[in-house]
């Protein structure tokens, strides 16, 4: 029997068929369907997974067998038993709703853990256990009066009608296919004037028009994949919920040529004066709408409500994403080079080294120590803010928000040990930079949403200063370039001889240790990187 997908779990499915585990080199086994779900990032499994900390990095290590299909490897061209049984059992749990639905990567997921295979049991372990999982998805559900079908779209990569396991239907018969059976329960009319109805409607369409211009922005002049995809799941899971509100309703109750508001307008809404401003109006226009309809529909459908106000909550978080994003990118437009220094055997021994980075030009210093006692710590800290202190270079602490707070330093950097950009944040207040050293892709995209104004990604070679058990390398840092446009500074082990290496990545900043102040002249030695950055930045831009 074949299976109907929605758009993301085909693009699960493809990204699964790209990985091999089992032995069988002609089957598709668990482990790598799996994989597939994690690297459709923004569908409901990935983040349900996201949730209790599964990630690629845990699939890799239970099960290491697990290996990406070189170019010439071919495809598999069946299921395992294993697969085929999970689908059945996903199937199965699709009676429990009111009409026929298209098998999604959430119920993929749960049908995993219902087969209570090795993978089920692994999940469960993971804290996805089958009880939980169902009530998460029978939640969503229900929160937007009955499960949706594939939802057309107008982007073209969605466009691919849903396909058959094995065969491929024409888009009509996909059609008929879902629309056969029990139709979505009506939403109740309790209360359900021509007013309210009005409102929802005109809010509906506010609240979409508004999102497509956030997304347009973030894609096209961002430039940053996860955000856009971020944006794009945010607009498709409001299409998803306004869906539940009957649209013959909304018509019958539209009276665009008699709506007094069409008239009303103020000269601030006919000016922008930039994109940013573009953005910005839109972003609370998406707000103010999802809160309209978030009261409004209360009087129609209270469960749908709760959906809208789920939806308002991400429109705020993504709001702070895009603007930190923005702004972030202006304040360190300039920043390439940033130097980690500790604080020396005496003042006069740390104004020695820091002194002639200072002018050399170095971008950003950043005061490193873990030796030295709190109070000689500040006092070093005090001590570089002096030398810094109307010039160009920035001034970060390590760790120490505090230190860096009673110190007047620019930011701060924390760890993924350390105190969370949210607690950090508490402590320097809003207008300092905070940094995060990330080590996968999922932590730098966690750091955008939480706050972070630049991070670090690595370890890319091995460290004289610091030890780390496993290293990311050049293929992190181009899967960060891809797709993250917040500033991001290459870490670990970076130097002359490799920073070619780490520049054909895409990342065109870097932060160093050794190899400036491990040099016999590290003001010469910065001058030299700072050079080759600045070549780098140079032709970068003459290309644009």
């Given at each position: 029997?074949?299976?109907?997908l929605t758009a993301?779990a085909?693009r699960?499915?493809?990204?699964?068929?790209?990985?091999?585990?089992?032995?069988?080199?002609?089957?598709?086994?668990?482990?790598?369907?799996?994989?597939?779900?994690?690297?459709?990032?923004?569908c409901?499994?990935?983040l349900m997974?996201?949730?209790?900390?599964?990630?690629?990095?845990?699939?890799?290590?239970?099960w290491?067998?697990?290996?990406?299909?070189?170019?010439?490897?071919?495809?598999?061209?069946?299921?395992?038993?294993?697969?085929?049984?999970?689908?059945?059992?996903?199937e199965?749990?699709l009676?429990?709703?009111?009409?026929?639905?298209?098998l999604?990567?959430?119920?993929?997921?749960?049908?995993?853990?219902?087969?209570?295979?090795?993978?089920?049991?692994?999940?469960?372990?993971?804290?996805?256990d089958?009880?939980?999982v169902?009530?998460?998805i029978h939640?969503?559900?229900?929160?937007?009066?009955?499960?949706?079908?594939v939802?057309?779209?107008d982007?073209?990569?969605?466009?691919?009608?849903?396909?058959?396991?094995?065969?491929?239907?024409?888009?009509?018969?996909?059609?008929?296919?879902?629309?056969s059976?029990a139709?979505?329960?009506a939403?109740?009319?309790?209360g359900?004037?021509?007013?309210?109805w009005?409102?929802?409607?005109?809010?509906?369409?506010?609240?979409?028009?508004?999102?497509?211009?956030?997304?347009?922005?973030?894609?096209?002049?961002?430039?940053?994949?996860?955000l856009?995809?971020?944006?794009?799941?945010?607009?498709?899971?409001?299409a998803?919920?306004?869906?539940a509100?009957?649209?013959?309703?909304?018509?019958?109750?539209?009276?665009?040529?008699?709506?007094?508001g069409?008239?009303i307008?103020?000269?601030?809404?006919?000016?922008?004066?930039?994109e940013?401003?573009v953005?910005?109006?839109n972003?609370?226009?998406?707000a103010?709408?999802?809160?309209?309809?978030?009261?409004?529909?209360?009087?129609?459908?209270?469960e749908?409500?709760?959906r809208?106000?789920t939806?308002?909550?991400?429109?705020?978080?993504l709001?702070?994403?895009?603007?930190?994003?923005?702004?972030?990118?202006?304040?360190?437009?300039?920043?390439?080079?940033?130097?980690?220094?500790d604080?020396?055997t005496?003042?006069?021994?740390?104004v020695?080294?820091?002194?002639?980075?200072?002018?050399?030009?170095?971008?950003?210093?950043?005061?490193?120590?873990?030796?030295?006692?709190?109070?000689?710590l500040?006092?070093?800290?005090?001590?570089?803010?002096?030398?810094?202190?109307?010039t160009?270079?920035?001034?970060?602490v390590?760790?120490?928000p505090?230190?860096?707070?009673?110190?007047?330093?620019?930011?701060?950097?924390v760890?993924?040990?350390?105190?969370?950009?949210k607690?950090?944040r508490?402590?320097?207040g809003?207008?300092?930079?905070?940094?995060?050293?990330t080590?996968?892709?999922?932590?730098?995209?966690?750091?955008?949403?939480?706050?972070?104004?630049?991070?670090?990604?690595?370890?890319?070679?091995?460290?004289?200063?610091?030890?780390?058990?496993?290293?990311?390398?050049?293929?992190?840092?181009r899967?960060?370039?891809?797709?993250?446009?917040?500033?991001?500074?290459?870490?670990?082990g970076?130097?002359?001889?490799?920073?070619?290496?780490v520049?054909?990545?895409?990342?065109?900043?870097?932060?160093?240790?050794?190899?400036?102040v491990?040099?016999?002249?590290?003001?010469?030695?910065?001058?030299?990187?700072?050079?080759?950055?600045?070549?780098?930045?140079?032709?970068l831009?003459?290309?644009?």
């Amino acid at each position: 029997m074949g299976h109907l997908l929605t758009a993301a779990a085909e693009r699960a499915l493809e990204a699964a068929w790209q990985w091999s585990s089992c032995s069988d080199s002609d089957a598709l086994g668990l482990p790598e369907l799996l994989m597939g779900l994690l690297a459709e990032t923004e569908c409901r499994a990935a983040l349900m997974l996201e949730a209790r900390g599964v990630t690629v990095e845990d699939v890799c290590r239970q099960w290491p067998e697990l290996s990406p299909r070189t170019a010439a490897a071919p495809l598999p061209r069946r299921l395992a038993d294993e697969v085929v049984n999970s689908f059945a059992a996903a199937e199965s749990h699709l009676a429990d709703f009111p009409r026929p639905l298209a098998l999604a990567t959430e119920f993929i997921l749960l049908g995993i853990i219902a087969d209570a295979g090795p993978a089920g049991r692994w999940l469960t372990q993971q804290g996805l256990d089958l009880a939980s999982v169902e009530r998460e998805i029978h939640t969503f559900y229900d929160h937007i009066a009955g499960p949706l079908a594939v939802e057309p779209s107008d982007d073209l990569e969605d466009e691919a009608e849903a396909s058959l396991l094995g065969e491929v239907r024409e888009p009509a018969a996909a059609s008929r296919a879902l629309d056969s059976g029990a139709k979505t329960p009506a939403v109740p009319s309790r209360g359900s004037t021509t007013a309210v109805w009005r409102i929802l409607d005109a809010e509906a369409n506010r609240a979409g028009e508004a999102l497509r211009v956030v997304e347009d922005y973030v894609r096209f002049a961002l430039d940053d994949r996860h955000l856009a995809t971020l944006m794009k799941g945010l607009r498709h899971d409001f299409a998803a919920t306004v869906s539940a509100l009957p649209l013959d309703r909304r018509h019958a109750a539209r009276d665009t040529q008699a709506d007094v508001g069409t008239t009303i307008t103020s000269p601030a809404e006919r000016r922008r004066t930039d994109e940013t401003a573009v953005v910005t109006a839109n972003l609370r226009r998406a707000a103010e709408s999802l809160r309209s309809l978030e009261e409004f529909s209360k009087t129609v459908a209270a469960e749908i409500a709760s959906r809208f106000e789920t939806l308002r909550y991400r429109t705020y978080t993504l709001e702070r994403a895009i603007d930190i994003t923005r702004t972030s990118g202006e304040r360190l437009v300039g920043a390439q080079l940033y130097v980690l220094i500790d604080g020396g055997t005496s003042d006069d021994a740390f104004v020695a080294l820091a002194a002639p980075l200072v002018e050399a030009g170095v971008h950003v210093l950043q005061l490193r120590d873990k030796q030295l006692d709190d109070r000689e710590l500040l006092a070093r800290a005090r001590l570089l803010r002096s030398l810094t202190r109307d010039t160009d270079t920035l001034f970060i602490v390590n760790d120490r928000p505090d230190i860096a707070a009673l110190a007047e330093a620019d930011g701060v950097h924390v760890g993924q040990e350390e105190l969370a950009v949210k607690d950090a944040r508490s402590i320097v207040g809003p207008d300092r930079l905070i940094g995060v050293s990330t080590h996968s892709i999922e932590q730098a995209r966690a750091a955008v949403l939480d706050g972070a104004n630049y991070i670090g990604v690595g370890p890319t070679f091995a460290s004289h200063t610091k030890q780390f058990a496993e290293f990311p390398g050049v293929s992190l840092l181009r899967a960060v370039a891809a797709e993250i446009t917040l500033p991001v500074f290459a870490i670990g082990g970076i130097a002359a001889q490799n920073l070619d290496e780490v520049l054909a990545t895409g990342i065109e900043r870097v932060a160093v240790s050794s190899a400036v102040v491990g040099a016999s002249d590290p003001a010469a030695a910065a001058g030299r990187l700072l050079g080759r950055l600045a070549s780098v930045r140079s032709r970068l831009e003459l290309a644009d």
